[in-house]
């Protein structure tokens, strides 16, 4: 079993940056992908990014290209989620999942999730 732990997220102004972790701990023999999801409120779960592990391949979502980067720190068995240019309709929860299957932006690639971080974009 896979744990996910968030952290990093906050109230931040547009134009501004923020930098998301996803540590990953537990059983992930296997484990080859991590991906980045969002929700706001009233809408549905959407992909960001994701990062297929070896060997490393990424994935970003059209609405985030050339704003957020996606990168990992094996050493801390942590993945990143770099924003950039924080907009308004960035604010959301914001997971991390992890996958031993495919890799992507579809949810039903992945088959654990952490509990979110939130970011607020005023």
């Known amino acids: 079993h896979v744990q996910l732990v968030e952290s990093g997220g906050g109230s931040v102004q547009a134009g501004g940056s923020l930098s998301l972790s996803c540590e990953v701990s537990?059983?992930?023999?296997?484990?080859?992908?991590i991906g980045w999801f969002r929700q706001a409120p009233g809408k549905e779960r959407e992909g960001v990014a994701a990062i297929y592990t070896r060997p490393v391949m990424t994935y970003y979502a059209d609405s985030v290209k050339g704003r957020f980067a996606i990168w990992q720190d094996n050493a801390k068995a942590t993945v990143y989620l770099e924003i950039n240019y924080l907009r308004p309709e960035d604010t959301a929860m914001y997971y991390c999942a992890a996958s031993r299957g495919s890799c992507g932006l579809r949810a039903s690639f992945f088959d654990s999730w952490g509990q979110g971080t939130q970011v607020t974009v005023s």
């Open positions: 537990g059983i992930t023999e296997g484990t080859n992908c």
